[in-house]
Antibody
Framework: EVQLVESGGGLVKPGGSLRLSCAAS????????MNWVRQAPGKGLEWVSS????????YYADSVKGRFTISRDNAKNSLYLQMNSLRAEDTAVYYC?????????????WGQGTLVTVSS | QSALTQPASVSGSPGQSITISCTGT?????????VSWYQQHPGKAPKLMIY???KRPSGVSNRFSGSKSGNTASLTISGLQAEDEADYYC???????????FGTGTKVTVL
């Protein structure tokens, strides 16, 4: 069974940093592109960042470029999101989501999400 | 990159069919046959319902179908059931420099 479990969310002050993790199991993690998608309270979904299976290709939404860094450790079956210079508008539930070559450009499995709150 | 445009709400009675539109541009929906649709119940993670515009993942009911014409994609739910009441989001791949763009979301209410 595919499982994605996020952790690391919490309350942080504006300008602060936080590192999110996503632990994957039930599939060959090193073969899949991974993504972070966020959802502000009561709002819609927003794609944040993507990383290819071997970390060769990394992309970011303009809203987080230069502040967030996506990475992965295939040996540990883990995905990460380092978030720096956090702003109030970064407050959201952050989901990790998988993209499969068999289901191209679509997020076929999602974690349960971790809440990040940026507030003084 | 602006969000794709969806109606804020759509409603229907049990057994009826409803269609949710998703309007983008020639840079996203119109350029790629890579539109996906997600169902999200309150407090839950999104669930993939349609990918590549019209394909259903294993386990998704055939009451859900997708299509695309020009810059607009559509999701149709036939034989509406109470369990279909949820928020629905479209999403389009928009190229490597832009990534993915989600729709504004549509709340489906079963009357």
């Amino acid at each position: 069974e595919v499982q994605l479990v996020e952790s690391g969310g919490g309350l942080v002050k504006p300008g602060g940093s936080l590192r999110l993790s996503c632990a994957a199991s039930g599939f060959t993690f090193s073969s899949y592109s991974m993504n972070w998608v966020r959802q502000a309270p009561g709002k819609g979904l927003e794609w944040v960042s993507s990383i290819s299976s071997s970390s060769s290709y990394i992309y970011y939404a303009d809203s987080v470029k230069g502040r967030f860094t996506i990475s992965r450790d295939n040996a540990k079956n883990s995905l990460y999101l380092q978030m720096n210079s956090l702003r109030a508008e970064d407050t959201a539930v952050y989901y990790c989501a998988r993209v499969s070559e068999l289901v191209p450009a679509a997020f076929d499995y999602w974690g349960q999400g971790t809440l990040v709150t940026v507030s003084s | 990159q602006s969000a794709l445009t969806q109606p804020a709400s759509v409603s229907g009675s049990p057994g009826q069919s409803i269609t949710i539109s998703c309007t983008g541009t020639s840079s996203d929906v119109g350029s790629y046959n890579l539109v996906s649709w997600y169902q999200q119940h309150p407090g839950k993670a999104p669930k993939l319902m349609i990918y590549e515009g019209s394909k259903r993942p294993s386990g998704v009911s055939n009451r859900f179908s997708g299509s695309k014409s020009g810059n607009t994609a559509s999701l149709t739910i036939s034989g509406l059931q109470a369990e279909d009441e949820a928020d629905y989001y479209c999403c389009s791949y928009a190229g490597s420099s832009t990534g993915y763009v989600f729709g504004t979301g549509t709340k489906v209410t079963v009357l």
